[in-house]
């Protein structure tokens, strides 16, 4: 029932449109996508591993490769807890690759409406701060004209009233797409691609990080570990969808 409310409160398109994920012509709504792809957004229900985000089957707050991971002298979670509110698969996963591969604007907005009112409404937030986006490196942004996690980051600030820090951090060089490689060579890959801006002080703040796909876990840790080192207090990581 959830689902059906929060993705049947959003009417601003004009009709008749086609549905932007499958061509099919929308005649008789005013949501934006049909009602066939609609169906096929899936939530990430809870429990969930508070670490990584993942869907547990059991009332454990780990999972086991978080557990695992967490008893490895070499590795460190800079974070303190994610949140994922889909599941990266059949419309989502169509959904962001129209966003990044077509700039579809109208879809990023129809998308992030969606992720701000699931943001408002979570307790997590209750203690933050500041909220802040993981980087595009800014060629890629120039190049594609815009950033989705930079839109989502907005529009999540205006539906909970948290400030925005748009440039807290920013991207020191480009890197491989996270997606060929293996979990190591994502920390590799992305390790000191980023830096933090010294223009703010973040000192003992509480701090949301945005996202779209949390995946491994990565690039929100190299993130998390810059804002920790650079005082910090608290990091919550909160993506539109868990890979
Ligand atoms: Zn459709
Ligand atoms: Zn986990």
Redesign the pocket.
Known sequence: MLFKTVLDKTIDFVYPHK??????I?LNSTDY??????SQIYFNQPPYCKLCGVHLSNTKQLCKTCAELLSTENYKFWYDKTVSYFIYKD?LRKILHIIKYKNDLKLTKYIGNKFAKMVKNDKSISKIDYVTPVPLYFKKKLRRGFDQTEIFSKMISKETKIKLIPDLIYRKKNTIPQSELSRTKRAQNVKNAFAISKRYNIKYSNILLIDDIFTTGATVNECARLLKQNGANYILVVTLARG
């Open positions: 549905c932007p994920i499958c061509n099919t929308i996508i049909c009602k066939n792809c609609r419309t």
